[in-house]
């Protein structure tokens, strides 16, 4: 699989778990989400650049390094991808947020656009398009070519379980996108859930099932 970067780490693994059980409700998934989010967030923005500085300490001054200031932005797919925004937030206080409304059409698993607000500077910032799952692929590829017709050039995807399905349309649709999972599931049933997933991301977040 090409540009796919699947998180091992021991607590992301954990909490996946437990997000996982269907006996895990509404307010723990939420904190799951948020947490599993800000733990990849750590490995998402690894690439950051950084400039060095003279930083006077109380007894001298190191010659040391920062963030180099390039702006950043995060993307939610709305609605599920919002449970991700706070862990990435905790990590990138200075990134601006956009949004895309996106559902699946029941019928044809086709997404359907119905918001979307982004950063006015959009074109000018590193994008982190956030969703939890990757099912068909349907609704991530969307939200990419869209910001990619609005000139947006650096764009990465972090979601929390992919399919393998859902990988290869995003190779295929954007090969130049690295997809940032937590793990990596085999197949979709007949209505486009991955199997064995968590089931509806949205649902187990707000609670409307
Ligand atoms: C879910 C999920 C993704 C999409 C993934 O959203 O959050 O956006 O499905 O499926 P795909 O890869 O096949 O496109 P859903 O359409 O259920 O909307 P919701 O977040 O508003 O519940
Ligand atoms: N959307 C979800 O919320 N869950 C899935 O398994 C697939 C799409």
Redesign the pocket.
Same mark, same amino acid.
């Given at each position: 699989m090409d540009n796919v970067f699947v998180m091992d780490h021991p607590l992301i693994q954990h909490k996946l778990s437990l997000l996982r059980d269907k006996n895990t409700q509404t307010k723990e998934f939420r904190e799951l989400v948020s947490e599993i989010s800000m733990l990849m967030g750590y490995e998402v923005t690894r690439n950051m650049s950084l400039k060095e500085v003279e930083i006077e300490t109380p007894v001298g001054v190191a010659r040391t390094k920062v963030l180099s200031g390039k702006k950043m932005g995060i993307v939610p797919? @709305?609605?599920?991808?919002l449970g991700m925004v706070d862990g990435m937030l905790k990590l990138l206080p200075m990134a601006r947020v956009g949004h895309i409304g @996106?559902?699946?059409n029941p019928d044809t @698993?086709e997404?359907v656009n119905y918001y979307c607000k982004l950063p006015f500077d959009v074109a000018e910032r590193d994008i982190v398009v956030l #969703?939890?799952?990757? =099912?068909? &692929? &349907? %609704? =991530?590829s969307a939200a990419i070519s869209y910001l990619k017709e609005k000139g947006v050039a650096h764009i990465k995807l972090m979601c929390l379980i992919a %399919?393998k399905d &859902?990988i290869k349309?995003i190779n295929e649709d954007h090969p130049d996108v690295s997809i940032y999972c937590a793990a990596v599931d085999e197949k @979709?049933d007949s209505h486009?859930y991955i199997l064995p997933g968590l089931g #509806?991301? &949205? #649902?187990r977040l707000f609670g409307t099932k």
């Open positions: 797919i @709305l609605r599920a991808g @996106l559902y699946r @698993l997404p #969703d939890p799952m990757l =099912a068909t &692929g &349907g %609704s =991530a %399919s &859902g349309k @979709l486009g #509806d991301a &949205g #649902d």
